[in-house]
């Protein structure tokens, strides 16, 4: 009798999907968010015109997509010292919250506010930014998110370095025996997905890839088809 082998393609674990909404069209928020009722996070990119070159939305949107919604809602906050803001992106509905660590002079007391506050606690770090600046805390938060583009703006070509930031990284989470997610947001798509996993990413953000010409739920299944 024959057994079947374990295919040598087969992913060492689970990979999460996580639109972002900056790609979506709000004037129809609440069918945005329902297309994408399948996927495990809805990604919510906070941009404050000063940490980035662009404004995107803020607190009243969070807000409106958590009535529209019960997916876990990611919120990625690309502002200047986010924490004066992470308990109001608490109230307004974010499930989990990851800041930058080029935004605050106090990483460590970011994160444990946001554990605080009952949220998952989530550090990033820009591509050009050394993968050292979040060692110190790695070990305390439950979300490494790495850009693999320049944040600001939606669609644009994903860095292909980025491959081996998210091998380093799980590296490192290995040896700690942290159970963190690493996520990659940037460029995504079904030609690079299956990379990343294999990278030892387990959540991927998508904008332009999901919410694409023909909408959010062919774009999610593409992405997914692409991890089988
Ligand atoms: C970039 C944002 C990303 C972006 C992803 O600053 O953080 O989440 O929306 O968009 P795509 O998938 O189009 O690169
Ligand atoms: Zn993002």
């Not at 605080?116 to 070990?139: D, F, H, I, M, Y």
């Amino acid at each position: 009798m024959s057994v079947p082998a374990l295919s040598s393609a087969s992913l060492p674990r689970t990979v999460k999907l996580a639109p972002s909404i900056l790609a979506c069209d709000f004037s129809r928020l609440g069918e945005e968010l329902s297309a994408i009722s399948g996927a495990d996070y809805a990604h919510v990119d906070v941009m404050d015109g000063a940490f980035v070159p662009n404004i995107s939305f803020g607190l009243p949107i969070l807000a409106a997509a958590r009535r529209a919604s019960s997916l876990f809602m990611d919120v990625h906050l690309m502002i200047e010292r986010p924490e004066r803001y992470l308990r109001d992106f608490a109230e307004a509905g974010a499930d989990g919250i990851t800041v930058h660590v080029e935004a605050t002079q106090h990483l460590h007391r970011a994160v444990q506010s946001i554990r605080e506050l009952g949220k998952r606690a989530g550090v990033t770090l820009n591509p050009g930014t050394s993968l050292e600046a979040v060692r110190p805390v790695l070990a305390d938060v439950d979300l490494v998110l790495v850009m693999s583009v320049n944040p600001g703006f939606g669609g644009q070509k994903f860095l292909p370095a980025s491959l081996e930031r998210v091998r380093t990284l799980r590296r490192w989470l290995d040896e700690l025996g942290s159970g963190a997610e690493i996520e990659v947001d940037g460029g995504v798509t079904p030609a690079n997905a299956r990379a990343l996993a294999e990278a030892g990413a387990t959540v991927l953000v998508a904008g332009s890839a999901v919410y694409g010409p023909d909408g959010g739920a062919a774009g999610l299944e593409r992405l997914r088809a692409a991890l089988i």
